[in-house]
């Protein structure tokens, strides 16, 4: 695109985020090319495997950046921007959805919002690498970006296909409700003419939670999915069995499952009755909905030893912090705000039934970082099964990333950890946010060298497992 002589130029610095030490930097140059063109293995996404199946253009730059991505929105949100005016759905029926050029201007005129946060940070990557913008997004360019970027999605090579081969992805997870049919994924797996890897994620949240608005009727869904009656917590966990077993019949390699807590103590075959009944007639109190929670996270690390799926857990978020949000948009709109995180105590039944189980691997998430070096670390360091997952959500950033290494390889090493985890919505920013992680640990791994306690082969070693090997492993893919 063409410069102006008034606009602030898009350049992305090739020494972003390594050491200002010069004999640093250039070690974090070497380890960074060393895996700067390696393929993206994303074990953990949003991506809707429907668009990738169906290969159609996409219908416009606002309604790809900016609407699905909630990363976006609650900062525009927080600096004054209702959400209607970004593209979600109004659910009240007041606010008809404006036109994908009015959306971009909204984040064009609050593109400095964004200054020193890392959503600027792949966002500025991803306009400059992926469509070719040399100008950052301002109130005078902002159509003729959205233009530009227009014309780009209506060619052939920014179609979803050829975006993925683009963008180096070798295998990309999907999270799936678990009564889907994954009808996009059986599409993809019998075309000849994909060669990239697309895999389900088991995902069911309601059923951990009788308390839900929503249990009853997923409840009732995973039944159906399955031929199998639910109406008892026997049942129940027969369904999710078989569900679990389609999802591997369609590739799935791992669950996943955002609880409040951690907790995990079991109950007897007579009290998880006893409250399933009580839930589905839609009278269960608080403390036996968190019991039967607790339950359901160890019957799950249960289930995952007996068929193989790694389980993954994302507990310590309040989802949903603002209710007339909720009500007027819908969720996934940038309100999911973090709690205190804890996992030695709350998962010490689990794991002391199936912390040493062969096979079994429990990747463990918070956004508290606290809990990286007081917990998670160790607990990694000891147990077989337990891997600590990167940071995710409110500390998805470059200096969260070097703090987590620094929290994490003195007690667990590189090995039990997950590799990046880029856990987007938004398509384009995938080799964004790879990358970004790449430059981090790069920069983390020259630290090493230059105080001397690994070799400067050890630490390019160490990144070409960290983007390959050990997700492989982390994730048996």
Known sequence: MTQTSTATRLAPHPDRLFPADPGAR??????????????????????????????QPFSDPASLLITPDHYVLRLL????????????????????????????R???????????????????????????????????????????????????????RALFDTFGIEVLATTDGP??????????????AFTGRVVPTFRADAVFDPSRSDWRPVVASIGQAAGIDTGTHAGLLAALRARRQ?????????????????????????????????????????????????????RWAEMSVEDGLV???????????????????????GHDLPAVGSFTTPLRPLLESFGTAPGFHLVLFTVDETVFSREIGPLAGFYPAVYAGAPWWFIDTPAAIGRYRSAITDSAS??????FIDDTRAYCSIPARH?????????????????????EEDAVRTAGRIVSDIPRATFKL
């Open 435 to 455: 990358d970004m992680a790449r430059r981090a640990d790069a920069a983390y791994l020259a630290s090493l060298v230059v105080t001397h306690e690994i070799s």
């Open 106 to 160: 909204n984040l064009a005129d609050h593109w400095d919002d964004f200054l020193g946060t890392p959503v600027r940070y792949w966002f500025e990557t991803e306009l400059h690498d992926v469509f070719g913008l040399t100008e950052q997004p301002s109130g005078a360019n902002a159509d003729a970006q959205y233009d530009h970027i227009a014309g780009l999605l209506a060619s052939p090579a920014f179609r979803p």
């Open 26 to 55: 250039q070690v974090a140059r070497t380890v960074y090319d060393s895996v700067k063109d390696a393929p993206i293995l994303s074990p953990h996404g949003h991506v809707d495997a429907a668009v990738i199946a169906a290969d």
């Open 414 to 419: 590189f090995t039990k950890t997950s590799g």
């Open 179 to 192: 009564a889907d049919d994954l009808t996009a994924h059986a599409q993809l797996a019998a075309d000849p």
């Open 246 to 298: 389609y999802f591997i019949e369609h590739g799935a390699t791992a669950t996943d499952t955002g609880v409040l807590d951690a907790g995990s103590a079991p109950l007897s075959a007579t009290e998880r009755e006893r409250i399933h009944a009580a839930a589905l007639r839609g009278d269960v109190s608080t403390a036996d909905a968190t019991a039967y929670r607790h339950d359901m996270l160890y």
């Open 77 to 104: 949100h927080a600096n004054g921007v209702d959400l209607a005016a970004l593209g979600r759905a109004d659910l009240s029926g007041t606010s008809p959805v404006p036109p994908g050029r009015a959306i971009w």
């Open 311 to 333: 389980m993954q857990l994302h507990p310590g978020i309040i989802r949903n912090h603002h209710a007339p949000t909720l009500e007027r948009f819908g969720p996934d709109t």
